[in-house]
């Protein structure tokens, strides 16, 4: 039976995490809230980004995650924001733009009514293959990429996943600060179990950590994966910030 997960963060790993996150809490449509002893937290909506110190997940080799979107009303004014901040522009088309903020972080900013995280880019060698995997094992609704028809891409219940080839990223693997993607469950175990029949590899088994139960599984790719269950299974998301 296909189950649905809700999406929850995207982690990413920096040294100076905390300038990190006051930069883009000045720079971007995210507000940071709460930090904590072990990470940064900014939010967008309901989507979060995590920043900690500490990477988690190993290297991938067939693939990686390539970039994190960012709706915005006004590409020329964010442009020109980021840069006059230390941003670096990479490629500008009239609608979209791929930079890299001060710390290196990959970005690919949208302008149109969307507003905040809004999106991540996945690359791999196999891109359909990989849609099928996530669509498979963690749900999703297939959808069109608004501004770029030949991206394949998986709607989740807040976040859009879209699957491009390694070719076309660009972004290189190396040096990557973007470490892993977070869905949500209700039941940690259950979920543990159909996945695992269906032969997903969990480097981390379900296990309490802090006030939330937690595992780790793998996609084809290499690509780490939190499945995250909260305090009595209960998911909640902030309301649009």
Same mark, same amino acid.
């Given at each position: 039976?296909?189950?649905?997960?809700?999406?929850?963060?995207?982690?990413?790993?920096?040294? $100076?995490?905390?300038? %990190?996150?006051?930069?883009?809490?000045?720079?971007?449509?995210? @507000? =940071?809230?709460?930090?904590? !002893?072990?990470? +940064?937290?900014?939010?967008?909506?309901?989507?979060?980004?995590?920043?900690?110190?500490?990477?988690? %997940?190993? @290297?991938?080799?067939?693939?990686?995650?390539?970039?994190?979107?960012?709706?915005?009303?006004? &590409?020329?004014?964010?442009?020109? /924001?980021?840069?006059?901040?230390?941003? *670096?522009? *990479?490629?500008?088309?009239?609608?979209? %733009?791929? *930079?890299? /903020?001060?710390?290196?972080?990959?970005?690919?900013?949208?302008?149109?009514?969307?507003?905040?995280?809004?999106?991540? !880019?996945?690359? %791999?060698?196999?891109? +359909?293959?990989?849609?099928?995997?996530?669509?498979?094992? &963690?749900?999703?609704?297939?959808?069109?990429?608004?501004? /770029?028809?030949?991206?394949?891409?998986?709607?989740?219940?807040?976040?859009?996943?879209?699957?491009?080839?390694?070719?076309?990223?660009?972004?290189?693997?190396?040096? =990557?600060?973007? /470490? #892993?993607?977070?869905?949500?469950?209700?039941?940690? $175990?259950?979920?543990?179990?159909?996945?695992?029949?269906?032969?997903? #590899?969990?480097?981390?088994?379900?296990?309490?950590?802090?006030?939330?139960?937690?595992?780790?599984? +793998?996609?084809?790719?290499?690509?780490?994966?939190?499945?995250? +269950?909260?305090? !009595?299974?209960? *998911?909640? @998301?902030?309301? @649009?910030?």
């Amino acid at each position: 039976m296909k189950i649905d997960l809700p999406w929850h963060h995207m982690h990413i790993t920096l040294k $100076d995490r905390e300038a %990190a996150a006051l930069w883009h809490d000045q720079h971007s449509p995210a @507000k =940071r809230i709460q930090p904590t !002893n072990r990470s +940064e937290q900014l939010y967008s909506g309901p989507n979060l980004l995590q920043i900690q110190s500490i990477a988690v %997940a190993p @290297k991938s080799h067939n693939g990686f995650i390539s970039s994190i979107g960012i709706g915005v009303l006004n &590409l020329t004014e964010v442009i020109f /924001d980021w840069q006059s901040s230390g941003g *670096i522009v *990479i490629v500008r088309t009239d609608h979209t %733009a791929w *930079i890299q /903020d001060p710390w290196g972080v990959p970005f690919e900013i949208v302008e149109g009514p969307r507003v905040g995280y809004t999106h991540i !880019n996945i690359a %791999a060698n196999a891109p +359909e293959q990989l849609c099928d995997w996530y669509e498979t094992n &963690l749900g999703g609704m297939r959808t069109a990429c608004e501004w /770029d028809k030949t991206r394949l891409a998986l709607e989740y219940d807040t976040m859009l996943l879209i699957f491009i080839p390694i070719s076309s990223s660009v972004y290189p693997s190396s040096e =990557r600060p973007l /470490d #892993h993607m977070g869905w949500c469950t209700r039941d940690l $175990d259950a979920t543990y179990q159909r996945l695992s029949s269906n032969g997903v #590899h969990f480097p981390v088994v379900p296990r309490v950590f802090g006030p939330v139960r937690l595992a780790f599984l +793998e996609d084809p790719c290499g690509c780490w994966i939190e499945l995250v +269950e909260p305090k !009595n299974g209960i *998911i909640s @998301k902030l309301k @649009k910030i």
